[in-house]
């Protein structure tokens, strides 16, 4: 069987020592870090949340094979983002309030690290008042914020509210993602960047660097 297909079967089972060895494995064989998330571990995550959707599997399932997928990330993040452009910069994510997802935002976050990027991390359920406090306090050129919810996104218009009443909305980018954002959205909401996937954030987060 297909090695990156066996890493996408151990991680929906769960397996998190499995997962990691495989993907070794692969790193090993000399398939490509980015090839290794996308075709091994995030399509295992995919039919994680379609079996999820149809309540076929449950919180505690998810949570598991969210830990198989950290567990297969955490040997990839010194190989990914390695290439491309770099730049020195400053940072400030979290995932909206109301949202406990954060697989993507640590993704996001690897992504910018490799880039050279100071990335400040204020993790998970974070208030509107809290990205600007630590923005003001990190002096950071960009925000970003992650939602998985679309009963969360809605909080994302209120952070760039919140930068417009504390009257620093022209000096830090805000950037928006996560699985049920789009650019219309973000244009809607007076963001400054929607980007779908943790590669192409770092790549717009240098880009407002440079
Ligand atoms: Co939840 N969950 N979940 N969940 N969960 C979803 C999001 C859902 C789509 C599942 C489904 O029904 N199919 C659904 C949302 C439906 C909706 O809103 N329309 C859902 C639900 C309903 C819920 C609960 C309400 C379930 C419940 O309790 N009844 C609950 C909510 C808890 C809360 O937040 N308050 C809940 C809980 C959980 C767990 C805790 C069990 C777990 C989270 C564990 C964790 O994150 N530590 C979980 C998970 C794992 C998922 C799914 C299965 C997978 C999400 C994930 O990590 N994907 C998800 C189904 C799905 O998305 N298919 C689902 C992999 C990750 C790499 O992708 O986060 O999209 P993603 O990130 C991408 C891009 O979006 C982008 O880059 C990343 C990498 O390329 N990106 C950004 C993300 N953030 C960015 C920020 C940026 C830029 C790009 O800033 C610039």
Redesign the pocket.
């Known amino acids: 069987m297909d090695l990156l297909h066996e890493i996408s079967l151990q991680l929906q089972a769960g397996k998190a020592k499995v997962v990691k060895s495989l993907v070794q494995q692969a790193i090993d064989e000399g398939i490509p870090a980015q090839e290794i998330l996308e075709q091994g ?2 399509a295992g ?2 039919i ?3 079996k ?3 309540n076929e599997i449950f ?2 399932e ?2 598991i ?2 830990r198989a ?2 567990m297969g990330v955490s040997l990839l993040k010194p190989l990914l983002a390695q290439s491309g452009s770099r730049a020195s910069g400053r940072v400030v ?1 979290g ?1 909206v309030k ?11 976050k690897m ?1 910018m690290e490799g880039k050279g990027l100071e990335v400040i991390d204020l993790g ?2 974070v208030a509107p008042e809290a990205y600007v406090q630590a923005a003001l306090d990190s002096q950071c050129q ?1 925000v ?10 809605p909080v994302m218009q209120d952070v760039v509210k919140a930068f417009e009443a504390a009257g620093i909305r022209d000096k830090v980018k805000i ?7 789009t650019d219309t959205f973000c244009q809607q909401i007076g963001a400054d ?9 770092a790549e ?2 240098v880009e407002f660097c440079a």
Do not use: E
């Open positions: 571990l995030l995550m995919n994680i949340g379609i999820f959707k149809n919180v505690p998810v949570l094979a969210a997928m950290n994510i995932t109301g949202d406990l997802h954060d697989i993507g935002k640590n993704l996001v992504m998970t359920d960009i970003c914020c992650s939602a998985l919810l679309t009963t969360t996104m950037m928006i993602g996560g699985a049920p954002v960047a929607y980007t779908p996937d943790a590669t192409t954030a717009k987060a």
